[in-house]
């Protein structure tokens, strides 16, 4: 089977997820089992096994040989007549354990010597160095010995399944073997052969194999000459599959610059006549640009951006009672200040406003139309109090848009605290920083958990007027312009950022109309449904296709898969969907 065979029949399988490291399975799999070259005239490779039996007897390490194993049925291997069905235990010369010299004797160790352990078997080919390194009164005083360079270094303890060949000499740890092989089998065909194998452990903490059971794996030995024509056509497919991974990435570095680059053309938009022609561009080349399920979420990140900025909905005739916004606002903190929950705070001024809205919103300081309240301090001194426990909101439980509240963690507080530090349904929840991309993360508390309070690196907000409406304020702070402001007014470290209580109530918000807020965030409630919908399908895809390779290499090799969910639906409504929300969402915008 030729490189252009091997692709015409199974090129499909490469467009899988994981589709390439399906393909070099299934190229293992078909090389072990006879399938994946051709012989014109097949010699008998059964007097290979006579002649290694013979050299095991001759050996002088006669502690180290392998014993003869068990006769194993033609049926547990598939591979061609010819090939020899035997045990990994009789293609072996010698099997060498490993120890560890005793870690409390320095002078055992930082010497010359690589002492290989299983974190040193990486996904290579050969094995060339290790982490630590013994002295020879360390080789000495431990159950371990130098293993000659060549041998076939397995894992029998926690890294099942790892194998490699050492190039240098080393010693080696507990939980590897060191197999020496005579010169009738390959060292790169054998590679090719332990891959293959279903290497299971038995254990209650770590799984491990023991030494029979190795040893006891089926297998089958094809002639030398084949085995060698065996691994050079391995090689040759597996840098193919190199190439194909190669590509598969750069297509989709490629795909994601166009996709974002046209998404950008589509959030400049200055009205909905641009929109409507921007989108149309998109449209175009709607296929090439999404293809995977998170392409789904630059959509939605762009919906919020244009909904922000009014163009999702038809802008109203009336303007925002911005008056009335703030007489609500001045209310509700007098009301707190009287009730000694906050104290009286400064007058702050609006921030610089970098986004444009239209003409007929209003722009003001966040401070002038929401209640903006820190949260508890731990490791406060709380003795001669009354204290209560409560749950609270750290900056890992509050999301953008929704809370992670599996893990909440409680905090003692005064008993006469508990109305500063709770949060109530209908609060804002906003992280002061931690990551530089956690900051400002904002979403709108609805009463999940009783007596919940909030960490001081979670700002409470509350806005009490009607004709203010807080999923507005949430989709202004999570969006692309809250974003932005949030990372230009925060203070940044290596990866870290914060924001201040200041730097939060001036917070230049855009306030449009009541009924425009209400029409903007139905709009985008729709199209998000849509998304939604879209997503689930091109995830459903990504499963069908998932399961196609599987089954296909299953089919091939025997391989059992488990199929944690059935992606399929009933061919009425699977097919139409993704393109029926597609079009769903052009009408819309």
Not at 59 to 78: D, G, I, L, T, W
Not at 155 to 182: F, S, Y
Not at 366 to 387: M, N, S
Request: hydrophobic share 40%.
């Amino acid at each position: 089977m030729d490189a252009q065979q091997f692709l015409a029949e199974f090129g499909h399988i490469a467009n899988a997820p994981g589709g390439v490291a399906r393909l070099r399975e299934l190229i293992l799999h078909l090389a072990v089992s006879g399938d994946l070259v051709r012989t014109e005239s097949p010699v008998d490779a059964s007097p290979l096994l006579e002649e290694i039996a013979l050299q095991k007897r001759d050996h002088p390490e006669k502690k180290k040989v392998v014993p003869s194993q068990a006769p194993v049925s033609r049926a547990a291997v598939r591979a061609p007549s010819h090939w020899s069905v035997c045990r990994l235990g009789d293609i072996a010369l010698t099997i060498t354990g490993g120890g560890t010299p005793s870690k409390s004797h320095s002078a055992y160790w930082n010497g010359d010597i690589p002492w290989a352990s299983v974190k040193d078997l990486k996904d290579f080919k050969y094995l060339d160095g290790t982490e630590q390194h013994i002295t020879e009164d360390g080789l000495k005083n431990s159950s371990s010995n130098l293993i000659p360079p060549g041998r076939i270094i397995v894992c029998t303890r926690m890294g099942l399944g790892k194998v490699a060949i050492n190039r240098v000499a080393m010693a080696i740890n507990q939980d590897l073997k060191a197999l020496e092989l005579p010169e009738q089998v390959s060292l790169d065909f054998f590679l090719i052969l332990y891959k293959t194998r279903e290497v299971k452990g038995t254990g209650t903490t770590v799984a491990g194999i023991r030494q029979d059971q190795l040893l006891a794996l089926p297998i089958a030995l094809p002639p030398t000459e084949e085995q060698s024509r065996i691994v050079a056509k391995v090689d040759e497919l597996m840098a193919l599959c190199d190439q194909l991974e190669a590509q598969q990435q750069d297509r989709r570095k490629l795909q994601n610059t166009l996709r974002q680059s046209t998404l950008q053309a589509l959030t400049s938009a200055q009205s909905p006549h641009e929109l409507q022609d921007s989108w149309q561009r998109l449209q175009a080349s709607f296929e090439l640009l999404f293809s995977e399920p998170e392409d789904v979420d630059d959509v939605l990140a762009e919906l919020k951006n244009l909904a922000v900025r009014g163009l999702l909905a038809n802008a109203s005739s009336t303007t925002p009672d911005l008056d009335q916004v703030k007489a609500d606002c001045a209310r509700l903190r007098a009301q707190y200040i009287d009730a000694g929950i906050m104290r009286r705070q400064k007058l702050v001024g609006t921030a610089e406003c970098e986004t444009s809205y239209p003409a007929h919103w209003a722009v003001t300081a966040f401070d002038e139309v929401a209640v903006v309240i820190g949260g508890v301090t731990k490791g406060r001194d709380l003795r001669g109090k009354q204290v209560v426990v409560c749950p609270y909101l750290a900056v890992a439980n509050v999301q953008r848009g929704y809370f992670k509240l599996d893990a909440l963690k409680s905090i003692e507080i005064a008993a006469d605290e508990l109305a500063k530090y709770r949060v109530q349904e209908g609060d804002l929840l906003i992280t002061e920083g931690g990551d530089w991309d956690k900051v400002g993360r904002t979403a709108i508390w609805r009463g999940e958990v009783e007596n919940c309070l909030h960490q001081n690196h979670v700002f409470k907000a509350r806005v009490p007027s009607e004709y203010l409406l807080k999923q507005w304020v949430e989709l202004v702070f999570n969006s692309g312009a809250g974003r932005d402001y949030f990372a230009r007014a925060s203070k940044q470290t290596t990866n870290l950022a914060s924001i201040n209580m200041t730097q939060l109530r001036s917070f230049p918000l855009p306030i449009p109309p009541l009924n425009e807020q209400q029409r903007i965030l139905s709009a985008l409630a729709e199209l998000t449904e849509h998304c939604t919908a879209w997503r689930h399908q091109l995830e459903r895809k990504q499963a069908l296709s998932a399961q196609l390779a599987q089954t296909t290499v299953a089919a091939l090799t025997g391989i059992t898969i488990e199929q944690e969910q059935d992606p399929c639906e009933s061919p009425a409504n699977s097919t139409d969907r993704p393109e029926r929300h597609r079009q769903v969402l052009m009408k819309n915008l």
